[in-house]
């Protein structure tokens, strides 16, 4: 299947979104709001903490979402890589517990993401935010919604005066150049921070270098449905489901915003890699 259609995309995006709200609840039985939280952790290489939710989730969300088509192929920070995917035409994209550290601290930003690209561009989006009750969903064609309403971003096009989220070096360079910014407290789950431009609450987000596909997918097709975009930090689209996850910088928003701050970050642009997860 290259292109899935409508008829597919609503049942695959039903189950994943039961999926999610299912994991949701696996990883609240670890969450301590305010506290540490009661699942072991431990560090990856490069110092990115990893729980026992996240795994637990993880393992959950293959055995569901493998169960409905097999043929689809699975991207997932806490499972090891399987080369097959490049040959697939659909691809499940997740990140179980985008914004581990926030999870772990017992901080509420943090949430469970499902993306499904088809020939490496997302075409369907289940962020759920299970401490805050929150799911943002999408698919191609189909709009967006956050717990089942109608979602847009805002009409700010012009960067000045927009309430922007991101890292502070990113946020002072656009300030630099475009002057006055309002801006946004820290989001940690980058998925999260994004799809609040996907809601309106945020004229748009940015993001330093080397986000992952899991971050980005799922609230890629969610902003896309609400009619913002998701760019590279030097306005090229974004390619998914390649030999490397990583991309480069990338800010979301009304596509006139985007544009605007990529004149300005390509000027003064900030390289510290991002550490949201």
Known sequence: ??????????????????AALDAGEIALGYFRPGAQTSAYVQFKHGGSPVTEADLAVDRMLKTRLEAFDDTIGWLSEETEDDPTRL?????????????TRSFAQGR?????????????RPVLGVLHVPAERKTYTAHLGGGAFLNGTPIAVSGQTKV??????????MLDAVEKGAGTIARLPRIHSLAYRLAQVADGTADGGLSSKNPHD???AAVHAIIVEAGGTLKQIDGKD????????RHPSVLAGHPL???GLSAI???DHPTRSSRDD
């Open 265 to 267: 970050l390509t000027e």
């Open 160 to 169: 000045r005066g927009a309430r922007l989220g991101g890292q502070m070096a």
């Open 108 to 120: 509420p930003d943090w949430g469970v993401a499902i993306g499904l690209l088809a020939q490496g």
């Open 87 to 99: 040959n697939k035409a659909l691809v499940w994209v997740v990140d179980p517990i985008d914004g």
């Open 238 to 245: 974004l390619n998914y489901n390649r030999a490397s996850t």
């Open 1 to 18: 299947m290259n292109r899935p259609d409508a008829a597919f995309l609503q049942e695959a995006l039903s189950l994943a979104t039961q």
């Open 214 to 216: 899991w971050d980005l």
């Open 257 to 259: 915003l985007v544009a």
